[in-house]
C-alpha cells in the first residue's frame, strides 16, 4: 500500500515539510531528507525547481532560481534519490510545476517516481479536468498519489469534484495567495477551516500556505489531518544550514 | 471554425487552462461570461462608441504607392499606429476595461513589456477611473523610461518585477500572482493573446475589428474583400490574430506570421519562437515556446521589445502546426533597415515590432497582381531611442 495512504491511518497529525531540491547546494536534497526524517517529520514534499513557479512567494522563488543556478534538472533529481529508499521510509511528495514533468514524458516520469518510490505528486497547474482526461489512469498505474488544490475560494461543488479524483489527501491552500504569507489565521480562515472539516470529504486535508511556527501548526491541526511548512522552513535553511533542522522541527511540535 | 478556439478552449492541441486552483474562480466566472456580456448590446455599443470616439477607428486602409512601387505587388497598411496610445494594444484594453466593469471588478493590474499594453491599460484605466497597477520588468523599466512615465501621468502604479529574469515573463507572472492574491475585486487585463483559456479568445475577439475594417474597406477599395495575403508581426500574437481573425477560415488569404530572429535564430539570441520552440505550458497555456530540454523556460532576445516573449499565443501555434499560416523570421539589422524604409519612402516612422513585418519584402516576393495587407501594429516614437543609438542619428 502507498506510504502516504499508511501515513493518514495513523492516529496523529501529520507535520509535512516543503524543500527545494538542489538548495541551499546542488548535492544537499539526501542529507535534508535525512535529517527531516530523523527529527521525525511525517512526510516531505521534495519541491522540483522550475523557471516560473506562478504560485510561489518569494522565498520558494529565490529556492528554485538557485537550485536551476546549481544546475538541479529532473534526471539529476531522480539520479540523487536513487536509492532513497535504502534510507527514508516515511512518504515522500514530488511537487513541483507541469512543464518539467510534460518535458520528461509524464509515462516516463510516473515510472521513474514508481522505481525511485515516490508516493505522490503535487502539481499545481495540472489542472482537474484534463488529469481527468489525460493523466488519471497514468498516474494509478504507477501508484501515484496524485494531490489537488483547494482553496476559500473553491466551491463546495468543486470540492467535492475534487474530493471525488482524489486518492489520498486533499491540499488545502490557508488563504488566497502565493506561498509564504506568514500571517496567522483571522476568523473568516478559521470559518474556511471548519467548513470543509464538515463537509465530511473522503480524502483528509492536510493544509498548508502560512505555517510558519508551533501556532499557526496547532490552529490548522485543530481543524485539518496535517499541515505543511514550506517557506518558514526553507528560510531556516537558508539562515542556519542543516544544524537547525532538528531544533526548527522541534519548535514545532 | 476550424482555425479558432474550440468550446474547450483549443486551437487543435493547444490551449487550455493550466492554472493552479487559487486562479480557478477567477479564470471560470470569466470563461462562462465573456461571451454573454460581450453580446449584450450595450456592450457592444459602448465598446464600438469609445474605439470610434476616442481610439479614432476606424483606422485607414493605405495604399502605401512608392512602398509597392519599390517591391513590385500592391501593399496597403492597415493603419493601428494611428489609434490612440500609437499601437492596437488599446483596442484590447478597451474591450477588458468594459468586462471588468461588468464583472464589478475595482481593481486593475497588468503586465508589460516595452510599455505599450501598459500605457494603454493605465489609460483606460485613467477614462475609467479605475485604480490600475502595471508590472514591469525591473531591466525593462530601465530600458523603457519614456513608457513608465507616460504610465505614472496616467495615474498608474508601475510596480517593479524583480524575479527570474527580471522582464516580461516574470512580469506577467507577478502580475499573475498578483491576481492570486487579490481574488475577489481584481481583474487581470492581459496584453496579448495569450494565457489560459479564454484570454487568447477574448483578445482576439477584442482585436478582430481590425480585420472586420480591413474587409469593408477592401471590398470599397478593391471591389473584394479578400487580400492575397495578411502580414503581421508576433509577439504573443495579438495584432496578427486580429488581422487575420475574419480570414482564418478564407484559405485564398495567405497568412503570414513575422517573428522575431533576434540576431539569428540559432545565434543563441532570438525569439523566433515557432522555430526554436517546443509544445509546453507558459503562463497557463499549453503552446510553442522556448525551453531547455528540462523545461525551463528561458530568456528570448530581440531588440525590440514588443516580440521579446519566449511562447506564443495558442492560436499562432495552431497555425504553425497546421501549416495554414507561413512563418518567416527577421533579424533585428533587417528589421530596423526596413524600419528606415517605410519612414522614407511613405513618411510613417514605425515602431520597431512592426519593422519586423515590413522586413519580410527584401526576401519573400510576392505578384505584381497581389494584395498584400501589412498590419502596420504601432508607430515608432517609443522606439526613437533605439532607432537614434542603432543609426547614429
Ligand atoms: C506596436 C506593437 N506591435 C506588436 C507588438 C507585439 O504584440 P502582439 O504580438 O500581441 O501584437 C507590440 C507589443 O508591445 C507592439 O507594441
Known amino acids: 500500500m502507498n506510504r502516504i495512504s499508511e501515513k493518514l491511518k495513523e492516529n496523529k497529525k501529520i507535520l509535512s515539510i516543503y524543500f527545494t531540491a538542489g538548495y541551499p547546494s ?146 488545502m491552500v490557508s488563504s488566497a495567495s502565493v506561498t509564504g504569507g506568514t500571517h496567522g489565521f483571522g476568523k473568516s480562515t478559521k470559518d474556511y477551516f471548519k467548513r470543509i472539516s464538515e463537509m465530511k470529504l473522503n480524502n483528509p486535508q492536510i493544509l498548508g500556505f502560512g505555517i510558519s511556527n508551533a501556532d499557526t501548526f496547532n490552529s490548522a ?16 535553511l537558508s539562515n542556519e544550514g542543516f544544524k537547525g533542522i532538528k531544533k526548527f522541527i522541534k519548535s514545532i511540535r | 471554425m476550424k482555425y479558432n478556439v474550440n468550446d474547450k478552449g483549443y486551437y487543435g492541441e493547444f490551449g487550455g487552462a493550466y492554472i493552479p486552483e487559487m486562479l ?45 512601387e519599390k517591391h513590385n505587388t500592391k501593399i496597403y497598411l492597415k493603419r493601428e499606429d494611428l489609434c490612440h496610445t500609437g499601437a492596437h494594444k488599446v483596442n484590447n484594453t478597451i474591450g477588458q476595461i468594459l468586462m471588468a466593469q461588468r464583472l464589478g471588478k475595482k481593481r486593475i493590474i497588468a503586465e508589460t513589456g516595452a510599455g505599450q499594453h501598459g500605457v494603454a491599460t493605465a489609460t483606460v484605466c485613467a477614462l475609467m477611473g479605475l485604480e490600475c497597477i502595471v508590472y514591469m520588468g525591473a531591466i525593462d523599466i530601465e530600458r523603457q523610461a519614456p513608457n513608465v512615465a507616460r504610465m505614472k501621468m496616467l495615474g498608474a502604479k508601475v510596480v517593479p518585477a524583480i524575479s527570474g529574469s527580471k522582464t516580461l515573463k516574470d512580469a506577467t507572472n507577478e502580475a499573475i500572482r498578483d491576481w492570486i492574491n487579490n481574488p475577489a475585486d481584481t481583474h487581470y487585463i492581459i496584453g496579448s493573446v495569450v494565457g489560459p483559456h479564454p484570454y487568447p479568445d477574448m483578445v482576439a475577439r ?20 479578400n487580400p492575397d495575403f495578411i502580414i503581421a508581426c508576433v509577439g504573443g500574437g495579438s495584432n496578427a490574430a486580429g488581422a487575420y481573425y475574419h480570414y482564418l477560415d478564407t484559405p485564398e488569404v ?13 545565434s543563441g539570441e532570438s525569439a523566433a519562437t515557432s522555430a526554436l520552440g517546443k509544445i509546453g505550458i507558459i503562463h497557463g497555456s499549453k503552446t510553442l515556446l522556448m525551453q531547455t530540454p528540462d523545461g525551463q523556460i528561458t530568456e528570448p532576445y530581440s ?70 495587407v501589412v498590419n502596420l501594429s504601432g508607430r515608432g516614437d517609443k522606439d526613437l531611442n533605439t532607432y537614434i543609438d542603432y543609426f547614429n542619428l
Open chain 1, 26 to 171: 546542488i548535492d544537499d536534497t539526501v542529507s535534508v531528507l535525512e535529517a527531516l526524517q530523523e527529527s521525525g517529520v511525517d512526510m516531505v514534499e521534495i519541491g522540483l525547481p522550475f523557471s516560473d513557479p506562478l504560485a510561489d512567494g518569494p522565498t520558494i522563488q529565490a529556492s528554485s532560481t538557485q537550485a536551476l543556478k546549481n544546475g538541479m534538472t529532473t534526471q539529476l533529481l531522480f539520479n540523487q534519490l536513487k536509492d532513497i529508499r535504502k534510507k527514508i521510509d516515511i512518504p515522500l511528495v514530488l511537487m513541483g510545476y507541469f512543464n518539467p514533468v510534460l518535458q520528461y514524458g509524464v509515462e516516463d516520469f510516473c515510472k521513474k517516481c514508481q522505481e525511485i518510490g515516490i508516493d505522490g505528486l503535487i502539481l499545481p497547474d495540472l489542472p482537474v479536468a484534463e488529469y481527468k482526461e489525460h493523466y488519471q489512469e497514468i498516474f494509478e498505474n504507477y501508484g501515484l498519489i496524485n494531490v489537488f488544490l483547494i482553496t476559500p475560494q473553491t466551491s463546495n461543488d468543486r470540492i467535492k469534484e475534487i474530493d471525488s479524483v482524489s486518492n489520498g489527501f486533499i491540499y
Open chain 2, 24 to 68: 480557478y474562480p477567477n479564470v471560470e466566472e470569466l470563461r462562462q461570461q465573456y461571451i454573454s456580456i460581450m453580446q449584450e448590446p450595450s456592450f457592444q455599443k459602448e465598446f464600438n462608441a469609445l474605439l470610434k470616439e476616442y481610439v479614432g477607428r476606424p483606422t485607414p486602409l493605405y495604399f502605401a504607392k512608392r512602398l509597392s
Open chain 2, 254 to 266: 495567405g497568412i503570414i506570421a513575422v517573428e522575431a530572429a533576434g540576431k539569428g535564430v540559432n
Open chain 1, 221 to 236: 491541526t485543530k481543524y485539518a489531518k496535517g499541515a505543511i511548512i514550506g517557506s518558514a522552513f526553507i528560510k531556516m
Open chain 2, 303 to 372: 531588440i525590440s521589445a514588443g516580440l521579446d516573449y519566449p511562447g506564443v499565443g495558442p492560436m499562432h501555434a495552431h497555425l504553425f502546426a497546421s501549416g495554414r499560416g507561413e512563418f518567416i523570421s527577421v533579424t533585428d539589422d533587417d528589421a530596423m533597415n526596413a524600419g528606415i524604409q517605410l519612414s522614407k519612402l511613405e513618411g510613417i516612422i514605425p515602431a520597431i515590432e512592426t519593422s519586423h513585418a515590413l522586413a519580410i519584402f527584401e526576401t519573400r516576393k510576392f505578384k505584381p497582381s497581389d494584395i498584400v
Open chain 2, 206 to 225: 477584442f482585436q478582430s475589428v481590425i480585420s472586420s475594417e480591413i474587409k469593408s474597406q477592401l471590398l470599397e477599395k478593391e471591389g473584394h474583400e
